[in-house]
Nanobody
Framework: QVQLVESGGGLVQPGGSLRLSCAASGSIFSIYAMDWYRQAPGKQRELVAAITSGGSTNYADSVKGRFTISRDNAKNTVYLQMNSLKPEDTAVYYC???????????????WGQGTQVTVSS
């Protein structure tokens, strides 16, 4: 069994900052990539940022220059530092991990339960 647990969401004023964390635990052999997605009411879930095990990153155009994804491989944890937040960043944020549970196993995709981020004055 593998679990992803997110934390760090909340209410923040426009221009403010939040840091999200997502810790993976359980029967993990290797994590290949970890991503952050978000879903606003009435909209499809969208990729916000992604990071590989080697540290390569990718961002949605809407968050480039404001958000930073990072990971601690020793802790199986991914972070999302969000600065200069805007009301349109309001959404439920989900982390995602693509991982193997044993050597030579298939790659599994796991999701966290989501954490609410609300940007409002």
């Amino acid at each position: 069994q593998v679990q992803l647990v997110e934390s760090g969401g909340g209410l923040v004023q426009p221009g403010g900052s939040l840091r999200l964390s997502c810790a993976a635990s359980g029967s993990i052999f290797s994590i290949y990539a970890m991503d952050w997605y978000r879903q606003a009411p009435g909209k499809q879930r969208e990729l916000v940022a992604a990071i590989t095990s080697g540290g390569s990153t990718n961002y949605a155009d809407s968050v480039k220059g404001r958000f930073t994804i990072s990971r601690d491989n020793a802790k199986n944890t991914v972070y999302l530092q969000m600065n200069s937040l805007k009301p349109e960043d309001t959404a439920v944020y989900y982390c995602n991990a693509r991982l193997a549970t044993a050597a030579n196993s298939v790659v599994y995709i796991y999701w966290g339960q989501g954490t609410q981020v609300t940007v409002s004055s």
